[in-house]
Every structure is written in C-alpha cells, then in structure tokens.
C-alpha cells in the first residue's frame, strides 16, 4: 500500500480548510452620504419581512452585521431610513461586502467576496431594462389595436422578445446552477404549456384544447420550483405562486381544492419546514376565505393535518379550540343533505323541515330584534310574496326564547311563510347549522340538499335563477 508524502498532506491540508465555508455571518456595508443612521437587515417569509439585525453606520458611512450563526439561505434585504432598501442573496458564503450610494444605491451597488451577489445585481439590472422593453412593446400594441399592419408586426415583435426574455431567464440559470440564484430565476420561468392537437371530427375542438391546456398549466404549475428546498421559504416568490394557484388557477369548487391540496402535500412532505409553511399557508388561506363552499376546504385541512398530529408546531389548546370549530361546520357543508328540523309553530302545529315539498327552501335563522335582522326580514318578506308560487318555501327559526316578541313581529309584519319555534333548542339547530349570529340563511334544494349558506337576501334572487339555469 501507497503513504502519502508528508509533505502532500502538509500542502493539501491549507487548501482544504480555505475550502471550507466560514461560520457565522458578517456582512460589511458602506453607504456612501449616510452616516450616523440605523440600518437593518431584514429577511423575506412568505409575504411579510421580518429584522433579524441592525447596526449603525458610522461617520464614515460604515457598518457590519454579524453573528456566530450562519443565517438561513434566501433573498435578505438591508433596510435604510425611510424603508428604502436593496436586496442581496445570503447563500452559503456569508462573509462579504456591500457599498453603494445613498442616493442612487441600486445603480451603484457593488459586493465584494460574493460572486453570488454580483451576479445578482448583474441579473437584476439586465432584467428590469428587459421589462422596460417590454412594457414599451405592449403598451405600442395598445395604442394600434385598430391598425391592422401595424399590429401584426408588433405583435409578432412583441412574442419575438418574450422569448428572448426566457432565454435570457435560462441562461442565467445554467451560468449558476445550482447556486441559489439558479432557483430563484428558475422559478420565474413560465411553463411552457404544449399546443395539443385534437382528433379531427372531435366535437368541439376548442373547448377540448383549452381543457387539456388547463390540466396541464394545473398539474405542471410547480415544475420550476423544487419544493424539497428550504431556501424557497426565505423569498416572496414561493407565496406568490401559491396564491396564484390557489386564487386563480384552481377552479374554486372544494372538490377540486382539496384534490390539489392532496397532491401539493404529497410533493412538500420530504421537508418538515416546507410543509409546515405550506400546511400554515392553506390553512390561513381558507379559514378567511370569503367564497361560499371554502369551509369545506378547511374541514378537510383540519382532520388531515391539524388534528392529525401532523401539525406538531400548534400547541393542545390550539387544536382543543380548532376541533370545537370543526364540530360546527362538520354537518352543514355545501352538498350535504340539511339535517331535519322538527319543532313547534306559530300555528301551534308541529313542522319538519323534510316535509316540505318544494324545488327551494330558505333556512332563515332570525331574531324580532337583532338589528340587521330588522333590515334583513323585510327585504325577505318582499322575496317570498313574489316567489312563493314559484317553488319557493321559507322555514324561519326563531333563535329567541321570548314568544311575545316572536309572536308580535309575526302578526304586526304579516310573516305567512312557516314559523319555526323552538326556545329550548331540543332540535340543535345551533349546532347542526352552526348558529352563531343572525341572520342567517341557508338554501335547500328539493332534497334538502345544502346549496348556499350564509347568502344575504339581497343575493338570493340571483342565485336561485343562475342555479335553475346551470344545475337544475
């Protein structure tokens, strides 16, 4: 067996450890005409930033961030007075330096020990010349829609430099591949969606091609971001995707939602930071969703994530308190069958909400004096006297225990539709309606199927003659 000379490993061992990446963090900044001022450095998270340190410049302009920890990779930014600031990459390599002019700070950055950076700075100067053009091309396009020659030549100028536009992305990409700045460019890259030929004698031929179009943008729309790497997390650029997806991309029924989410959650549960954010992501998404059918949504990412036990990140008492919201939402989703509703009446005659025999049935939860109630009966009342030979019921419940009160509004306001009365709430239907404040309304259809809920009055015209036309 060979040895190794003394003297090779005397020579080998300096260059291995230069090799080596510095621990901690320092990063120099001078600020030419600033001085005395705090600066700080701040990180992207999604959609909000945060400061994870501060220094303060010197008379000379001069200041070092620094810590014994090497920081999380992603896109930082040095905040200046007046929330002005400029972006650098914190990579691997977080020992380099930083100068520009107060002034005009992006025109005159420069970094030193950070190839990374410079090729940053490089890549964005280049990129937003390139919007520039691109802006000037479209709004050209604007301005000759109704010049036909005109138009085809700046609409064919304007594809032309769209794609040396993504060219440009891809070369910048395979110069620093893998480097952070390779992910980032990457995954601003548009799909490149396929131009499907369909059979001829397909039926419809354009709606199959917009159909298979939109399936693939829908299935391929994450291809250009790794969503194994951490890195992503520390840019505005992961959020906004998923906000793109989710918001305009998904065809905004739960079904279709929640299939996505399963497919999305598959993709990120390599790594545990990467699907906490984007479980914390959905989660926050559709909890404040105002589109009507989104709870179902969060139903689901309740029971598969949060009180799975996948969620280790939220405490028992959060989990307690989700899982009492869940209970609520759980038996009056959009498709379910409505639960029966048995109870007194002002006719003094016992009703069940199954027994009506009608195409609609309105759901109103009300009170005589809850003041939106007030403003909200009438308009109803107005609705039904219209409507009621028209396939349209109205089953109110009461959600007081004071039948005087109940009893008086109904006489005073001629209410003939059915007047539900159940004071001791022996039916639940705070619960199975999930009955927290009124007015509320829900929407069966004949087979008490649920098929709006929470709709004002005033939208329940429209939505009653959109349903009869596309689902009936």
Partial sequence: MKKLNPLI??????????????????????????????????????????IT??????????????????????????????????????AENQHFSASCNHADFFNTLKF????????????????VLMQKEATSIANRVRENKTN???LKILVAKQKEYEEQMKSYLRNVVKKNEPNLLAVLVRSMLPLEVPDFNVPAGTHNPDSVKWVR???????HFFDNIDLADERILRTPIFQARLDAFFRNVV???????NREIDKLIRKCETNPKIFQFVSVYLFNHFRE?????????????????????????????????LRKQVELLRHNLIGMKAQNLVMDSYKGIFVALDDIDKEFTILYFWEPNCGHCKEATPKLKAYYDKARNDGIEI??????????????????????????????????FDYYYNVQSTPMIYILDRNKKIIAKKLSVDDIPSFIENYRKYFR
Wanted: with cysteine; net charge negative.
């Fill in 53 to 90: 340190d501060t220094t303060r410049l010197d008379t000379k302009g001069q200041g070092v961030f620094s810590g014994k920890e090497s920081l999380p990779q992603g896109i930082y930014m040095v905040v200046l007075p007046g929330r002005k600031y400029f972006e650098v990459l914190m």
């Fill in 395 to 428: 089953f109110s419940v009461c959600t007081t225990s004071n039948k005087q009160e109940w009893t008086k509004y109904i006489e005073d306001n001629n209410l003939t539709w059915i007047n539900g009365w159940d004071p001791n709430r022996s039916t639940h």
């Fill in 148 to 150: 036909s020659d005109s």
């Fill in 213 to 219: 179009k939109y399936n693939y943008n829908k299935d």
């Fill in 251 to 257: 065809i905004q029924s739960p079904d279709s939602i």
């Fill in 9 to 50: 490993i005397l020579i080998l061992f300096p260059l291995i450890a230069c090799s080596q990446v510095k621990p901690g963090y320092e990063i120099r900044i001078t600020i030419n005409g600033l001085r005395d001022s705090s600066i700080y450095l701040a990180y992207h998270y999604g959609d909000k930033q945060y």
């Fill in 112 to 127: 030193s020990g950070s190839d990374i950076n410079s090729a940053f700075i490089d890549y964005q100067k280049h990129w």
């Fill in 289 to 321: 969703s105002e589109i009507m059918g989104h709870d179902a949504v969060l139903v689901k990412l309740a029971d598969d994530i949060y009180l799975s036990g996948k969620a280790d990140w939220v405490t028992q008492e959060f989990k307690d308190d």
